[in-house]
């Protein structure tokens, strides 16, 4: 199968690919070993980028309405919280960091319509500390979801300099679509409805589009997996 790149890529790739014809251009008519070591080093450096911007297909792993993670990387955060901007109350949330070797295309969590988009301009923090997500420049993507409300917020990170967003308010988007993707290392974190409980533990690897990181409950059965959460806390 053909490498499938992500939306977004194009100035990366054509800079660098467009430095790199140049170099190579000189290495033929002036050939040295520095000129040599710089066409080297940008063809290295355009390989790199094709891998970071990859964006394989993805399909869940487990069938049922299911909440899947919206993202590639670690699990460093469980916990129950209050989201005000968007569910305005209680919710499950879980945070994931991606590395720069992750795939970074971001997908939704669960099938639902695009109610809420916002950009919210701030630092670039390292994207694993826990005050990174309040303080860093991030995006924020609210589903209305047949369960209720579901907030995605993409973090950008000392390297993520830009967060893309493909999605828009009243697009009806299914479980595992592209949102978005964030350029060179990140973070992101869904906030669930409190009825939820999750699938996943601290320092586990997941993966967008095809993990399940949390399933629905009753409300009968809320109490004992509030307990399950509050044990996970934090990494």
Not at 188 to 217: C, K, W
Request: aromatic share 8%; proline share 6%; glycine share 8%.
């Amino acid at each position: 199968m053909p490498l499938r790149l992500a939306r977004g890529a194009e100035k990366e790739l054509f800079s660098v690919g467009g430095l790199l014809v140049l170099a190579t251009v000189l290495a033929v008519t002036w050939p040295g070993w520095l000129i040599f070591l710089v066409v080297a080093l940008l063809a290295a450096a355009w390989g790199v980028l094709l891998w970071f911007f990859r964006h394989p297909r993805r399909a869940p792993e487990e069938e049922g309405d299911l909440f899947i993670s919206p993202a590639d990387g670690q699990v460093v955060d469980v916990e129950l919280v209050h989201e005000p901007r968007f569910l305005h109350g209680p919710a499950t949330k879980i945070g994931i960091f991606m590395s720069l070797f992750d795939v970074h295309v971001n997908r939704a969590p669960m099938s639902g319509r695009v109610a809420f988009v916002q950009h919210v301009p701030g630092r670039f923090l390292q994207a694993f500390r826990p005050e990174a997500a309040e303080v860093n420049e991030h995006n924020l993507i609210g589903l209305e979801t047949h369960h209720g409300r579901v907030l995605v917020k993409q973090i950008s990170g000392i390297l993520a300099r830009r967060i893309v967003c493909w999605v828009e308010p009243g697009q009806d988007l299914y479980t595992a679509e592209p949102l978005g993707v964030i350029k060179f290392g990140s973070r992101v974190e869904v906030y669930l409805p409190e009825t939820t409980v999750p699938t996943v533990v601290l320092g586990e690897r997941v993966y967008a589009g095809r993990t399940t990181i949390a399933r629905p409950v009753a409300n009968g059965d809320q109490d004992n997996d509030e307990d399950k959460i509050l044990v996970q806390g934090r990494a």
